[in-house]
């Protein structure tokens, strides 16, 4: 059975590149959620294996975003996204519970072992 | 505009700095308080830097900025000088060399990501102030106060101590986060005691890869290891375990570690990219020793010459012996010493390639160049001086002997030519042949150019090959009917003559005309020791280069005719010029009553009878140059000192007449 995966972004053009590397490497996306709000809320309805998620968002923010979920889930496996530049941030999501960072641009390497890593 | 064509520019400039850059890192190692130093090699580096950048060529922009920074820190004194940081920047510059000349000639660009993290892994270091040695001393008192009670009591209490010696992947991103990560896993089921670098350091990313944590734990070192190894981005997690024996030494172990981040990382300098051009087996040798070696031997030769003549004068066998011993070992001696001045031709010929594609390529024409004997070696003066020439020789294969491809095929030869580039020894001399497949010479258009030009009688019929090939030497002879912009630049192949003769070597030009021209440049080997003709004139000694003598006749002073007021003889139907030498030298001229010595020398390309008072023999000599009080002077070379230990001048054949 494949891994399922959320993935949280608020550009679509973020979603996709994601979402191409993560099926590309067998696991099974899930869900996406263009929002904090729409993470939590799909987070509940899909009860994915891992969730990918940025900081940066409309409404409710990724690191709220992760507060939240792990209310709800405190196994939840959250690999939080950011740019280059948003350290402080980064750190904020890891204390908040998430596992795992990854900088944008994308690497795809890291995106699977990331995903390999915190799934297991 | 097309920013291609300053490529050649872009690479001469650039090949300025990097051998400017490898000078002044020479200079700034041997005086590193030189602040001049530093700023010139800052600049080159960014100078560098831009023009890359302009160009286009990213890769060795991006090094080069690497390289600034470092030299920026350096600059500025916030990097310590030390011989580690001098290795990364002459490896840097290697690093560099290869990089340009790649782009250069658009190879595949060989990996260099190795030499970037050692000048990273500067710059990182940099910033580590206060400088290491008092870091060091700091860090290890203060793990003695702090933790070795701590460990202890830890221990007892029925914890393990670990040290754990963490290794990132290279490139990881955001480094400080990613050893955040490995603390927040550690910390679900150990205590971290103690950090080498501190943690401070590891938040500020003031460290390479490599970090060291002392840990107290009730977990396994395997499960630890395991813990450490499944997050993401970390290349190795090495657990060791600190004893309670050791507790005091926990200071030595972390150091330890730190020394193996050390040892790991000049690793990986030492397997940067140092390539080809530098796994040559040469050492690098200033001249000026090697003139006074020469020098030396030179002093040994005569010695030998010496006791070989006062040996000559006695009829002991032992003793004859002894000197041939002697003889052996000087000869040896001497060839060893020759051998240092010796370089491969292959430094002239390397530039050919390049050459001759640019060339072929902007006449039209498809040319093939082959190369052998590349690796035949001469002295490295004469290769500094026959570069030249070569280029001009190619250049005249490629104008005027390769003929246009359609050309060729209406020939039936095949479409592309050949010009072969061949080296190779021949006693004491080097042969440097340059051929070609093209349309040869025509005797018929260099008479009737030679006519034009003055150079042959009106109305001139048949001229022979050999006659044709002495005429292309003639000063101001050109047969290019358009002026190209290379070879026809008015220096006409009496130029390369003038070269080639005052390298004491001859040309000579076959031809088969419609299928092939072949040019061979004979030179001595060196032109330090020479093989000479001694002759006597007025009571002195006087050297001639064998490779001048034509031959060496006996007269009758009846024979000297005059021609238009000059002396001269007849040699098998030819009129020869007759000079006295004696006169030619400032020496009271010879008594011309009895049978005369003649020698006959090549001047210029042309056969003259110099009248000597006796001969002496052949005989290695040294030169000796004249320079300083004496200075140069017409028709002669040198001085050598002979057997007897008298001087002998050295006959300048190019100069001693008007």
Known sequence: ?120 | MDISSFREVFAAEARDYLQSLNEDLLEFERNPQDQGTVDDMFRAAHSLKGMAGTMGFDELAEFTHEMESVLDLLRTGELQLTTEVINVLFRSVDTLELLLEQTISEEPISPYDEQVRSLKALIQHASLAPPPTTGGEHFSAELNEFNRETIKQGIAQGYQAFSVSVVLRPNTILKSVRVFTVFQALEQVATVIQSNPPIQDLDDEKFDRQFVLVILTKESAHHIRQLVEGIPEIESADVQSISLAEAGEGAEAVEQAAEETAASSDAAVSAAPIRGHRQDPLVRVETERLDKLINLVGELVISRTQVIEMVKGGEATDRMGAVDQLDRITTELQYAAMSLRMVPIKQVFDRFPRMVRDLAQSRGKEINLEIFGETTELDRSIVNQIGDPLVHLIRNSIDHGIEPKEERIAKGKPGAGTIRLNARHEGSYILIEIMDDGKGLDVNRIRDKAVERNLLPEGTKEISMGEAVNLLFQPGFSTAEIVTDLSGRGVGLDAVKAVVESLSGTISVESEPGKSTRTTIKLPLTLAIIKALLVKVDGETVAIPIQAVRENIQIESEQIKTVQQRPVIMLRNEVLPLYDLAQCLGFTPVDTSGPLPVIIVEVRGSKVGFIVEDLIGQQEIVIKSLSGIVGDIKGVAGATILGNGRIALIIDNSTLIG
């Open chain 1, 1 to 120: 059975m494949a891994k399922t995966v959320l993935i949280t972004d608020d550009t679509a053009f973020m979603r996709m590149t994601l979402r191409n590397v993560i099926e590309k490497n067998g696991y099974q996306v899930v869900g996406e959620a263009s929002d904090g709000e729409e993470a939590v809320a799909l987070y509940q309805e899909l009860q994915p294996d891992m969730v990918t998620m940025d900081i940066t968002m409309p409404k409710m923010d990724g690191i709220t975003a992760i507060k939240e979920i792990m209310k709800i889930d405190p196994k939840a496996r959250i690999i939080v996204c950011s740019a280059m530049g948003q350290k402080p941030m980064v750190l904020e999501a890891l204390s908040a519970g998430a596992k795992d960072f990854l900088v944008k641009p994308f690497d795809a390497e890291r995106v699977v072992e990331s995903l390999r890593k915190i799934g297991s």
